[in-house]
């Protein structure tokens, strides 16, 4: 099985152009780490639409670990890309399973942080996130999945802002692999 849009030069175009008209928004901003900011970014509008999360879903897959055995994310900026990437994975040919982490544990039953088809532990799992600002969000996801006895080398974003989470992410001994920068949405946002 093949997806029906391979990743190219073209399709990450399309996605910057979806980003630069979808997600970015010019003004001022508090943003989630209460910071100020002229440059908000919110990637749903992209990641909800069937075109975007295909697009985003392909563009991802090929930065995944190729040992990871699942991909996950924080609840919910991450929900419809573990989705769209373990699909994305099942028509490559590749078992790769999705993964949420909750922001909380479950209030009731297991009181679990994970929902999803849980791998062995010790497994490789890559994580996802729509934005890394501060990095606070994609480490807690990773702290949440290391509690749990699995191993995480590496986050794909779909955006970096270049506000320092980069910089924890590398500190916490992780990659980030970003499909964008904040300057490149940015740049296609006031050319289109």
Request: glycine share 8%.
């Given at each position: 099985?093949?997806?029906?849009?391979?990743?190219?030069?073209?399709?990450?175009?399309?996605?910057?152009?979806?980003?630069?008209?979808?997600?970015?928004?010019?003004?001022?901003?508090?943003?989630?780490?209460?910071?100020?900011?002229?440059?908000?970014?919110?990637?749903?509008?992209?990641?909800?639409?069937?075109?975007?999360?295909?697009?985003?879903?392909?563009?991802?897959?090929?930065?995944?670990?190729?040992?990871?055995?699942?991909?996950?994310?924080?609840?919910?900026?991450?929900?419809?890309?573990?989705?769209?990437?373990?699909?994305?994975?099942?028509?490559?040919?590749?078992?790769?399973?999705?993964?949420?982490?909750?922001?909380?544990?479950?209030?009731?039953?297991?009181?679990?942080?994970?929902?999803?088809?849980?791998?062995?532990?010790?497994?490789?799992?890559?994580?996802?996130?729509d934005v890394v600002t501060t990095g606070?969000?994609?480490?807690?996801?990773?702290?949440?999945?290391?509690?749990?006895?699995?191993?995480?080398?590496?986050?794909?974003?779909?955006?970096?802002?270049?506000?320092?989470?980069?910089?924890?992410?590398?500190?916490?001994?992780?990659?980030l692999v970003s499909l964008f920068v904040?300057?490149?949405?940015?740049?296609?946002?006031?050319?289109?």
């Amino acid at each position: 099985m093949n997806l029906p849009i391979k990743s190219n030069a073209a399709s990450k175009e399309k996605l910057l152009t979806l980003l630069a008209l979808k997600a970015y928004k010019n003004g001022n901003f508090t943003l989630s780490s209460g910071n100020k900011s002229n440059h908000y970014v919110n990637c749903k509008p992209v990641s909800l639409s069937g075109n975007g999360l295909l697009l985003l879903s392909n563009m991802m897959l090929e930065n995944v670990e190729p040992d990871s055995l699942a991909v996950a994310g924080l609840t919910l900026g991450a929900d419809p890309l573990v989705c769209g990437v373990a699909l994305a994975a099942t028509y490559a040919g590749r078992k790769l399973d999705a993964l949420i982490v909750r922001k909380e544990p479950k209030g009731y039953g297991t009181a679990s942080w994970l929902e999803g088809p849980l791998p062995p532990a010790g497994s490789v799992i890559t994580v996802l996130e729509d934005v890394v600002t501060t990095g606070r969000s994609s480490l807690k996801a990773v702290n949440q999945l290391q509690n749990a006895g699995y191993r995480v080398n590496r986050i794909i974003s779909i955006v970096d802002r270049q506000e320092g989470g980069a910089f924890e992410i590398k500190k916490a001994g992780l990659d980030l692999v970003s499909l964008f920068v904040l300057d490149e949405v940015y740049e296609k946002f006031k050319n289109t």
